[in-house]
């Protein structure tokens, strides 16, 4: 393990360069080109914000637009890295047969690929904020520490989505709905304190949801009203490396099957 984390590490350059040539192709074709990586998050959290804010009354105050945006634009890019990480090693076939090289750089560079998207997108959330009445103050840099603990679990998940891939085609097909139900699920537009109030044993099980926590945490950082518990902390950090552990051990052990005719 220790040789082929040193493997991987040697072809970074490689890893950084396939991640910012993939963003750059993206939306080549595109006449708004890399602007849609913004506005399609920005649509969602419109489209949520209006159906659960206003159709549904499923949340209120001014605060609200913020904490959608908040939740959704992150969220974006957990989907992103266990979607990219699920296709990592199936998508690049070709490349897995023809070379030889540690099979771990590709879900790395999926999940680069999704923090060079993230960066612009964190600056349009914090302008977003700002627009929606937001007071800028110094706990927004607190974001950044909260990003590298997200991707380390993203990592995780990504390693973890490659392996199953390779073994089951179809799960590809899952996954769409896996996100659907984790998007619901994860206080991406709702308070659980709130909405779940009458289970006090479904707000408890929340304390220890990994990406409730991070959204939280963000949202108590970057909003003028929200608040979190500050052992999230530890919640989202032993989610983080327990899962990056966990994925790294179960892609690696897998390492030789990669790239095989089915």
């Known amino acids: ?52 804010g206003i159709l549904q009354g499923g949340a209120k ?34 490349l897995v047969q023809s070379l030889a090289f540690p099979r771990l750089a590709l879900p790395v560079a999926q999940v680069t690929q999704g923090i060079l998207t993230l960066m612009p997108m964190l600056l349009v959330m914090f302008i977003y904020a700002m ?50 139900v984790l998007f619901f699920t994860s206080g991406v537009l709702f308070s659980v304190d709130r909405i779940l109030n009458q289970w006090p044993w479904m707000v408890t099980a929340f304390d220890y949801h990994p990406l409730y926590q991070t959204l939280q945490i963000a949202r108590a950082m970057i909003m003028d009203n929200a608040v979190y518990e500050p052992r999230a902390w530890w919640v989202v950090g032993i989610w983080a490396f327990a899962t990056l552990a966990f994925g790294l051990v179960y892609f690696w052990k897998a390492e030789e099957r990669y790239g095989r005719a089915d």
């Not at 220790?2 to 360069?17: A, G, N």
């Not at 890295?81 to 070709?94: D, E, F, K, L, P």
């Open 131 to 180: 627009i929606l009445g937001t007071t800028p103050k110094w706990t927004w840099f607190v974001i950044i520490p909260l990003v590298l603990l997200f991707s380390v679990f993203n990592m995780g998940i990504a390693l973890v989505c490659a392996r199953i891939t390779v073994h089951v085609r179809d799960f590809t097909n899952i996954l769409p709905l896996i996100g659907r």
């Open 61 to 94: 105050g001014p605060d609200f637009p913020v904490y959608v945006v908040i939740g959704v634009f992150l969220f974006e890019f957990f989907t992103s890295s266990m979607s990219g990480g699920a296709r990592s090693i199936t998508g690049n076939t070709a």
């Open 1 to 52: 393990m220790v040789d082929y984390l040193k493997q991987t590490w040697s072809r970074r350059e490689f890893i950084y360069e396939l991640a910012k040539a993939r963003v750059q192709s993206k939306n080549d074709r595109n006449r708004l080109g890399m602007l849609w990586e913004v506005l399609k998050p920005t649509f969602n959290a419109l489209m949520y914000g209006f159906i659960f």
